[in-house]
């Protein structure tokens, strides 16, 4: 990682936002993203019991996407008319995938909602990592192409970005921004999303 680019990242946007984003000049963003809101609603509808109500699970996951900032308007309604599609049997396959991956085995939880997904041309970064962002805001990582792309590239990460998620790179990538987080001023980082918005908005 190279630590100066990153450093010149924060030394640039604490010039513009002296607050972070606290600052008055962010404010428009945050109520945007609404990061907040969303945390509560994801931990009331991604806790552990309700994974033995699939249909209710998925019901919610569609709300969550549907009102995320951070999800492109074009995959909002694909993924909620993939969801609507589903038979029975395929809505509980895919909800003990993500039982795994909100509050068991991750990795193999990350890989069966992706090959889920990718049974039905619906793998994106986006909508695997979403959930995961907002029910641990601080330990998670969302994952837009875009600026994993250029965080990867700029700060010279030994990650090798893909398309099609996969565990090996969203481990790395994590660990990598949590590594980023412990570096720059608390203000930048008051959740992972708002560290990477900080990143796209600098590099």
């Known amino acids: 990682m190279n630590i100066n680019k990153l450093k010149i990242a924060e030394a640039h946007f604490l010039q513009s936002y002296p607050d972070g984003f606290a600052d008055a000049g962010l404010e428009k963003v945050g109520k945007r993203h609404r990061v907040d809101k969303m945390t509560i609603f994801a931990k009331k509808v991604l806790a552990k019991k309700e994974f033995d109500k699939p249909n209710a699970l ?7 996407v549907s009102r ?7 995959e909002k309604p ?13 809505r509980v396959r895919l909800v003990a ?9 991750q990795k193999k ?8 997904l990718a049974e039905r041309k619906m793998a994106k970064w986006s909508l695997v990592t979403i959930g995961l962002v907002y029910y641990r805001p601080q330990k998670e990582v969302f994952v837009k192409p875009t600026t994993a792309k250029n965080i ?3 700060l010279e ?3 090798d970005y893909k398309p099609r998620p996969s565990w090996e790179f969203y481990d790395g990538y994590r660990k990598a921004i949590l590594e980023m987080k412990s570096l720059v001023s608390p203000s930048l980082a008051p959740n992972n999303a708002a560290l990477t918005g900080f990143l796209m908005m600098t590099l």
């Open 58 to 64: 998925l019901e919610n996951m569609v709300k969550l």
């Open 68 to 74: 995320s900032s951070m999800v492109s308007l074009f």
């Open 78 to 90: 694909k993924f909620r008319d993939m969801v609507n599609d589903l038979n029975s049997d395929d």
């Open 97 to 105: 995938s993500y039982k795994k991956l909100f509050h068991g085995n």
């Open 109 to 116: 939880g990350l890989t069966e909602v992706v090959e889920f």
């Open 152 to 154: 990867v590239q700029k």
């Open 157 to 159: 990460l030994d990650l």
